[in-house]
């Protein structure tokens, strides 16, 4: 004799052949939910990915006319740092993004100073890992040195402490390359911290960049260093 089915099971099942397939017109539409999502996201993606490649090639190009103007002036080709172009007293403060330049000698000679924007803490990661800062150092003194003679500068200090402590850790490691590569290097950051004169400087303007006094106690760290090619006869 047939089993007698439940009202309770008959409704169960009438629910289940509604339920079923509504739950699967669900999932259907959150899928291509996130399909769309996801094209969106990549057009976003490509379009933020275009308007920086705009803004640094615009960026590469005012530099290149700025940098090309310096170098036509003559204090700056004489590169006499007795008789320093007065423009570059103010230059730095004018425009910061030209603090980590590079200069080089008619006779071809170059001096590299990087590292301390890679530090900066951004979304709560560091804006460039270790790792990479130093593969980008020994790519750059690689390709230096095969052309001209190369001194390196280890980055100067900003007004915060624990950015300092993350440059620090940058330097000496910078400076563990440097020996692994043969390239002299000057580590300038705790001393210019201890000094104080760079850190309050900047502190008191973007909490990068000091005034005149914290790129004099810099010069004079520089201009310190037997291996600067222009020290002053002792």
Known sequence: MPRRVSIRELLL????AVALPLAALQAWHLYGDYQESSRRAH??????????????AT??????NVLNGLAERPAVRSLDAARCDPILHDFLGLAPRFSNIATMTMDGRVVLSFGANDTTLEHGRQRLSLDATLHHLRAIVHDARRHYLTLLVGPPPVAEAAHNARIVALCHAMAAVAQELGVLYLLVCERLVQAQTWVQEAAQSDGAQPRQGGY??????????????FAAAP
């Open 216 to 229: 004099a106690a810099l010069a004079a760290l520089v201009q310190a260093w037997p291996a600067w090619w």
């Open 43 to 56: 057009e976003q993606v490509f379009s933020l990915a275009q308007a920086a490649a705009s803004q640094t």
């Open 59 to 64: 960026f590469l190009g005012q530099a290149h």
């Open 13 to 16: 099942r009438l629910v289940l």
